[in-house]
C-alpha cells in the first residue's frame, strides 16, 4: 500500500512539473529576437560577474586607468571572439570565460606606453602602466620656502626638488633624478658657476674672502610624462666656501653630495597638465633626526657608490 501511494505521488509530482513548464511556456509574451537576447545578455552578465576573470589596470600611483583597451591573444577574435575589453571606472576590465587557454595580454591606454603579458593563464590579472614620454619635456618650476635662513654662519641654505622614486626605478636608477642635468648660471663675486637646475637658494648673505650675496630662488624641473605626480623637496645646508671652490674647478655636482647635510623636506602631489606648473614647496614639513650607520662595498676608480636613506610613503620611496 506504501509503495502505491509513493509511486502516485510521484507520477503526480512529475506530471506537476510538466505541466507547469508546458503553462510558463503558453503565458510567456511574445518578444522579438533583439530583446530576448538582450534580457539573457544582462542576466548573464549580472549572474556571473563575479566569477570572470579580471584584469585590473592602474597608473604609477596605484589610480584606475579609465578605457584601458585589454586585448587577449595575439590579434582580435584570436583566440576567441571578442577578446578585446575595456577597464571601466574601477580600472577593471570583465574578461569572457572564453578565455580558456595560456595567450598573450596586452594593455593599452592613451598617454602610456602598451604592455604585453606573455603565456598569461586565465586569471585575475593586475597592472600598472609607465606614462609615455613626451616628445618635448614639460617643466615644474617654483621656489623652496621657509628656509631657516642664517646670514652669515658660513652655511648655505637649499632646497633640492627630484621626483619621488618607485620600487621599479631603484632597479634602474639616474642620478639625473636627483641632481638636474641642466644648469642655471649663479653670479657669485663677478664670477659665472654652473648650478643645477632643480636646486633651490634663497637670498642670503654669506662669507667669500668678502662678503657677498649668494640668490637663486627658483627651481626647475624637467619632467618627461604629464598626469599626476609626487615631488620631494630634501632641506639642508652645505658649507659654502668648499662647495663653491669645488665648483669652480669643475666639479660635478653629484660628485659633492657628501658635502649636503640633509636636515628635512617636504612632499607634494601635483597633476601636471601644461607645459610649465608652477608649485612653491615649503621645505620645513619633515624633519630627519637620526642618523644610519652603514657598511658600503668598494668600489673601482670610475665608479661612485651612492647611499640613499628612504622612507616607503604610499607606494613611493622618499629620500
Not at 154 to 165: E, H, Q, S, T
Amino acid at each position: 500500500m506504501k509503495k502505491n501511494l509513493l509511486k502516485s505521488l510521484l507520477v503526480l509530482s512529475v506530471a506537476l512539473s510538466i505541466f507547469g513548464c508546458n503553462s510558463d511556456k503558453k503565458n510567456e509574451p511574445k518578444k522579438n529576437k533583439t530583446t530576448a537576447l538582450t534580457s539573457v545578455a544582462k542576466i548573464a552578465w549580472a549572474a556571473s560577474a563575479l566569477e570572470n576573470p579580471q584584469v585590473k589596470v592602474f597608473n604609477e600611483f596605484g589610480e584606475p586607468i579609465t578605457n584601458a583597451k585589454v586585448l587577449v591573444g595575439m590579434a582580435p577574435e584570436v583566440p576567441f571572439q571578442g577578446n578585446l575589453f575595456l577597464s571601466d571606472s574601477s580600472g577593471a576590465a570583465l574578461i569572457s570565460k572564453e578565455w580558456k587557454v595560456a595567450a598573450p595580454v596586452s594593455i593599452e591606454a592613451d598617454g602610456y606606453v602598451r604592455l604585453t603579458l606573455l603565456n598569461q593563464q586565465p586569471g585575475d590579472i593586475t597592472v600598472r602602466l609607465t606614462p609615455l614620454h613626451l616628445p618635448q619635456a614639460v617643466e615644474l618650476t617654483g621656489e623652496v620656502t621657509q628656509l631657516p635662513i642664517n646670514n652669515g654662519d658660513k652655511l648655505v641654505d637649499f632646497g633640492l626638488v627630484m621626483p619621488a622614486l618607485g620600487r621599479s626605478d631603484l632597479l634602474n636608477f639616474n642620478i639625473n633624478s636627483v641632481i638636474s642635468p641642466y644648469s642655471d648660471v649663479l653670479t657669485i663675486a663677478g664670477q659665472q658657476n654652473a648650478i643645477p637646475t632643480n636646486l633651490s637658494l634663497p637670498a642670503q648673505k654669506e662669507n667669500f674672502i668678502f662678503n657677498l650675496s649668494v640668490a637663486k630662488p627658483v627651481y626647475r624641473m624637467k619632467v618627461s610624462t604629464l598626469g599626476p605626480k609626487r615631488f620631494y623637496v630634501a632641506s639642508g645646508r652645505f658649507v659654502f666656501k668648499t662647495v663653491i671652490e669645488e665648483v669652480r674647478k669643475g666639479v660635478p655636482f653629484y660628485q659633492q653630495l657628501n658635502s649636503f647635510m640633509i636636515s628635512g623636506g617636504s612632499v607634494r602631489d601635483v597633476t601636471l597638465v601644461n607645459e610649465t606648473t608652477h608649485l612653491d614647496i615649503p621645505g620645513n614639513e619633515l624633519q630627519f633626526n637620526e642618523t644610519l650607520q652603514v657598511n658600503s662595498t668598494l668600489g673601482n676608480e670610475d665608479e661612485i657608490t651612492l647611499l640613499i636613506a628612504a622612507s616607503l610613503v604610499a607606494d613611493t620611496m622618499i629620500p
